[in-house]
T-cell receptor
Framework: TQLLEQSPQFLSIQEGENLTVYCNSS?????LQWYRQEPGEGPVLLVT?????EVKKLKRLTFQFGDARKDSSLHITAAQPGDTGLYLC?????????????FGTGTRLTIIP | GAVVSQHPSWVICKSGTSVKIECRSL??????MFWYRQFPKQSLMLMAT?????????EQGVEKDKFLINHASLTLSTLTVTSAHPEDSSFYIC????????????????FGPGTRLTVT
């Protein structure tokens, strides 16, 4: 059983469109991270959210942590081909810090030029 | 900043042979190393947690006798896939963390670049 479920699993959209990726769990996380991974490489950290209800922006990417700290979303505005990749949310439910990460099921995003 | 390296970056081996993957922290001491496995088009699944000088802790469903983990020093952790089979073909990634606060409630994450294993 995957603790962190992401939706959609696959998404293919045209350049310039907006999209939202969701990360849901029944568990409470002290913090949650979002990563992007390119083929054949390790994941690269995009953002860490810590406070329930927190919203963080990274250029065209907006990340939100749910009020109950069980879910998160990633919204991309005006998607570009460079946004193509595997997006992963990750968290630690141990309450001992986010050293031991459990990754979400992943969302494979393809932006069509 | 800290860098984690993995060797080899890719390896092809025959079924039944063993393969060792090395994960090194290049400029800091990695007390704990996490090993993940990623099958094609899937997410990262935690296999085991290794602490320097002690036995690794394996996640449910991961065979400890098949995936041997050794963390003999603060800069080197190894994962040996014994008697490899084609279903072990995967992308293996190590990760360590450096605490950002004295209470160890938040960590800087350092991922290795991964090792692609293909078993024929």
């Amino acid at each position: 059983t995957q603790l962190l479920e992401q939706s959609p699993q696959f998404l293919s959209i045209q350049e310039g469109e907006n999209l939202t990726v969701y990360c849901n769990s029944s568990s409470v996380f002290s913090s949650l991270q979002w990563y992007r991974q390119e083929p054949g490489e390790g994941p690269v950290l995009l953002v860490t959210v810590v406070t329930g209800g927190e919203v963080k922006k990274l250029k065209r990417l907006t990340f939100q942590f749910g009020d109950a700290r069980k879910d998160s979303s990633l919204h991309i505005t005006a998607a570009q081909p460079g946004d193509t990749g595997l997006y992963l949310c990750a968290g630690d439910i141990s309450n001992f810090g986010n050293e031991k990460l459990t990754f979400g099921t992943g969302t494979r995003l393809t932006i069509i030029p | 900043g800290a860098v984690v390296s993995q060797h080899p970056s890719w390896v092809i081996c025959k079924s039944g042979t063993s393969v060792k993957i090395e994960c090194r922290s290049l400029d800091f001491q990695a007390t704990t190393m996490f090993w993940y496995r990623q099958f094609p088009k899937q997410s990262l699944m935690l296999m085991a947690t290794s602490n320097e000088g002690s036995k690794a802790t394996y996640e449910q469903g991961v065979e400890k006798d098949k995936f041997l983990i050794n963390h003999a020093s603060l800069t080197l952790s190894t994962l040996t896939v014994t008697s490899a089979h084609p279903e072990d073909s995967s992308f293996y990634i190590c990760k360590t963390g450096s605490p950002l606060d004295s209470g160890h409630t938040s960590y800087e994450q350092y991922f290795g670049p991964g090792t692609r294993l293909t078993v024929t």
